[in-house]
């Protein structure tokens, strides 16, 4: 039996585990965003692989992504935002933080120093909240559908970059999965690892594509930790194949869950409130030499 639970998101100060309260919805309506250029790759100091803090609890960053206003938005796991335990892995009928929460983008943050904090957003985009507001009943979008969008501030619009660290890319999405054996790539930031970049990229193998088509499990050296969840893997190509979303415990102990990006990314756009969505390829090239 599939026995996962997601990667628990690390409290920024104390290293324990965080435990969210759920506050009233924001009504207020998002302002209009122009997007003119990217930071530069080598001085952004938001980009995939950054890490962000919701209520304490953090999670690293996935993709970054635009809609047809010019908005910039980046992506972790909708868990991050979650007020429930490890083990609510139904995305249909676990707690979450509503949009309107603020979410903090922060650099070089550890279980024993404190981050630099680098920018600010609000949750604009939950599946878990999407889902249970539709009344989803499709057990395995329920199981593996985990992706949340936050909208960057105007003020910090400008310090953003689409391009993976070290890999470089997204150059797409991967829209046809992955087959057993094919090399997986990522970059987790959790503040276990003490702050060492060196242990942020992680190379593996991905172990195939559920049936459902909605989920990936992959074995990466390092395997994704807690702090890590809602990082970005490419495949083998340089294409977003997905979002760390669970740890096994059962029948593959130590593997990593992930979500496919491209149905996820598809319900949000046919689903979602954002209109226009899409992924922002990256301005440097994939280079996929470890």
Partial sequence: MRTPTKLLSLAAASGLLAAAATSAPASAAPKKQARASWAPAATATIHPGVQMYTDGAQCTANFVYTDGSGATYVGYAAHCAGTGEATDTNGCDAGSLPLGTRVDFVEGGSLLV?????????????SWLTMEQRGETDADACAYNDLALVKVDAADVAKVNPSVPFWG??????????????????YGNSSLRGGVELLSPKQGTSLGTDPSGWSHPVYTVTPGVPGDSGSAFLDADGNALGTLSTLALAPLAGSNGVGDLSRELSYAQTHGPIAGLRLVPGTEPFSPIL
């Fill in 114 to 126: 404190e981050g630099t904090k680098v920018g600010s957003g609000t949750l604009a985009y939950s």
């Fill in 169 to 186: 890319g997204p150059v797409g999405v991967d829209t046809d999965g992955t087959s057993a054996g094919e090399t997986v790539h990522s």
